[in-house]
């Protein structure tokens, strides 16, 4: 049994994205459904009705690796239901798992090209990382108004704008409200994936959750 704290309950194409850090071995863990693919239910990521939130710790019964999933090692199927929630940690308690390492999951742009992760040991391949950018700011996507992207640097100064799938906050930034530009931010790489079937296929890099260290109503 996985003990894992949330860090990410994401939408994406074909459902939803729950990741966490196992809290007793330290690692990355994004469960995934037995039937096959990555996308979970709705249903599969609550519990007694509600979502699971960032910060709740809950235990999940996971199996090994999904072999239909390549590039993201973390993967894990999930091997019953339900869920349970354990607990719940502060915001400040994920600065130890903050990852400052340059580039942010294998390239300076939004998306990494299959070759370029095929160059590499499997063992390197990252999908997952939890980063505290000096500053974060937001903007409408410049694709689609309804959706948001968060710009940030990393450690060697790379810009980046990544579009965030964050349900939550991108539904605050919908209605107006301000997020905290501190923040940490769970980074996710997709595996190969074509939004144009005329474009080649990418691995794209996504805010997964914003969490907020100091919300700027209480600053």
């Known amino acids: 049994m996985a003990r894992l704290v949330c860090l990410a309950n994401s939408i994406r194409h074909d459902g939803r994205c729950v990741a966490g850090i196992d809290l007793d071995t330290g690692e990355w863990v994004r469960p995934v459904p037995a039937k096959g693919g990555c996308g979970l ?3 599969d990521v609550c519990i ?4 699971v939130a960032l910060l709740d710790v809950i235990e999940i019964d996971l199996t090994t690796r999904n072999p239909g999933t390549k590039y ?3 993967n894990r199927v999930m091997k019953a239901k339900p869920w349970k929630q354990v607990g719940r940690l502060k915001p400040s308690a994920l600065l130890k798992f903050c990852d400052d390492t340059s580039p942010i999951l294998h ?3 939004d998306r990494v090209e299959p070759t370029d992760l095929d160059a590499l040991s499997p063992n390197d391949w990252v999908s997952l990382r939890l ?3 000096p500053k974060v700011e937001f903007a409408r996507d410049y694709y689609k108004r309804s959706r948001w992207r968060a710009s940030f640097r990393d450690a060697k100064k790379h810009d980046y704008q990544l579009k965030v799938t964050d349900p939550v906050v991108s539904g605050r930034l919908n209605h ?5 530009s501190d923040c940490i931010l769970t980074v996710s790489m997709t595996e190969p994936w074509a939004p144009d079937s005329a474009k080649p296929a990418m691995c794209w890099k996504l805010i997964a959750a914003v969490i907020e260290l100091q919300n700027p109503k209480e600053a």
């Open 48 to 51: 007694n009705g509600q979502p």
């Open 72 to 74: 993201q090692c973390e």
């Open 131 to 133: 980063i505290r950018p």
């Open 176 to 180: 107006d409200e301000e997020v905290g």
């Open 41 to 43: 239910s709705y249903s």
């Open 107 to 109: 390239s300076t742009t």
